[in-house]
């Protein structure tokens, strides 16, 4: 079994606790492409079987999300869950906030939460933190493609996100009050979209059985952006065995078939040979 279910993770549990009841229900290894903290819910795609093997190619994907922001508090983790610092903090107007928007747009530096899972020497943030250690995070290039404001009611402001991987929403929070002249805190944070997976399509994992599982698999070939290439069975044999075979194709990843028509895997074309770069089959 391999391919991969879109799943709406619910509020206040684990990412992983997610994946392991897919595990169950398959009876196969499962990962999934993205953390989404407890306190998030929305969008996690998993990966089942050999499925996994793309996680690479999934993990730069545009990610989208509909985050409230609550300003004049703030926590240590840079959301709800932590220990509240400052209460009382200025308010800003809906006018200051859609004047720093653009400040935050773009490829910029963001320095992730120290509750989180980024290494300081071997430790993870979050370890160092919750034994009261001094740190600092390095910068981390993100790209932020767009923020727009929503709505607002009172302190909290509501925002959509689309940004690529490794951007911390948390983060924005933070910045944005900071430009602001005051502390803000993220309070809700929801993912719409993971690369080609959207929430509109996302199923529960109550709702998934071991009877129904297979109607939620999504084939691994139908997600992926690239030709198709169906070799004959003297060149696939080759591909097949890790050679390289010649080929007329312009340079790029392409999805190859075996001869049976079962998917195989990635190729990589490049300078007119074509190999094998992932094996999913």
């Not at 001869?259 to 190999?275: E, N, P, R, T, V």
């Amino acid at each position: 079994m391999t391919g991969f279910i879109n799943i709406n993770k619910a509020q206040g549990v684990s990412s992983a606790h997610e994946v392991a009841i897919i595990k169950r229900l398959s009876g196969t290894p499962c990962g999934h492409m993205g953390t989404l903290d407890p306190m998030a819910s929305g969008v996690l795609p998993v990966a089942i079987g050999n499925a996994a093997r793309l996680f690479d190619y999934f993990l730069g994907k545009t990610k989208k999300y509909v985050a409230t922001f609550r300003f004049g508090e703030e926590y240590d983790t840079l959301d709800v869950t932590g220990t509240l610092l400052r209460h009382g903090g200025r308010v800003p107007e809906r006018e200051e906030i859609e004047g720093v928007i653009p400040m935050l747009v773009g490829e910029i530096d963001q320095i992730p939460p120290k509750y989180s899972a980024k290494c300081v020497n071997g430790s993870r943030g979050y370890m160092l933190a919750r034994r009261g250690e001094q740190f600092e995070l390095a910068p981390k290039r993100v790209k932020i493609n767009y923020i727009r404001l929503l709505s607002n009611d009172g302190p909290e402001y509501k925002f959509e996100i689309e940004c690529g991987g490794g951007t911390y929403i948390r983060s924005i929070a933070r910045d944005m009050a900071e430009k602001l002249g005051t502390v803000a805190c993220m309070s809700v944070l929801v993912r719409t979209a993971s690369g080609p997976f959207r929430i509109e399509n996302a199923v529960s994992t109550e709702s998934v059985t071991a009877e129904n599982l297979k109607d939620y698999i999504i084939p691994t070939d139908s997600l992926l952006p690239f030709e198709s290439v169906h070799p004959g069975f003297a060149d696939a044999k080759k591909l097949f065995n890790g050679l390289g075979v010649k080929c007329a194709l312009a340079d790029g990843m392409y999805k190859i078939y075996a001869c049976d028509g079962s998917f195989y895997g990635l190729a990589a074309a490049q300078d007119g040979i074509l190999k094998v770069r992932t094996k999913l089959c």
